[in-house]
């Protein structure tokens, strides 16, 4: 079964844990083209989410999504928070277990679809678009990646398992 490591944002990881956020879009890259691959194949796919944290032992892992209002400085962050390219897979705790992959403009997402994204719910007079937008824009600034420039993407659908990748059976 195809296993892939995902990197969530604090705030995607809040939707996650929420029950806000269950598509992500992506910019293509080998690892997407593969996994829209395996799945148009039938292969049943599973990612294991990576986020910020203190992953210095087993059994002792602080994630950063978890921190209260009252965290450490900035300063202190930086030396105490491991990014989450480098958390380990036996850290993880959530898994995703994707149910759909498909591509298309960036652009073309439905507001449904915005919320799902993890989109926090916009304020009076703007629309969900709008604050997915904001999103997007807020990890995505590079030229041909931007909102504006309607990238192709690779929409991932799933469900949300609270566990280790390692600890699903295979049947879930």
């Known amino acids: ?15 996650l844990l929420e029950g806000r956020k269950r598509q992500s879009r ?7 083209i593969k996994v829209e691959r395996e799945f148009r194949r039938g292969a049943p796919i599973r990612l294991w989410v990576r986020e910020a944290g203190n ?3 087993r059994g002792e892992v602080l994630y950063r999504a978890d921190a209260s209002s009252e965290a450490p400085t900035r300063a202190r962050i930086r030396r105490e928070w491991t990014p989450s390219i480098h958390m ?8 995703l277990l ?3 992959v498909r591509s298309e403009r960036l652009r073309t997402i439905r507001d449904a679809d915005c919320e799902v994204e993890g989109a926090t719910r916009p304020g009076p007079g703007a629309s969900w678009r709008e604050a997915f937008r904001e999103v997007w824009n807020t990890y995505h600034r590079r030229s041909g990646e931007r909102f504006e420039d309607n990238p192709e ?20």
Do not use: G, K
């Open 1 to 15: 079964m195809p296993q892939y490591p995902i990197l969530m944002a604090e705030a995607m990881v809040w939707a």
């Open 26 to 32: 992506r910019i293509p890259t080998a690892t997407w």
């Open 55 to 57: 992953f210095r032992r």
């Open 88 to 95: 380990p897979r036996w850290a993880s705790r959530l898994t």
């Open 98 to 100: 994707v149910t759909e």
């Open 153 to 172: 993407v690779i929409v991932l659908s799933f469900t949300v398992s609270r566990r280790n990748i390692d600890t699903l059976t295979l049947a879930e």
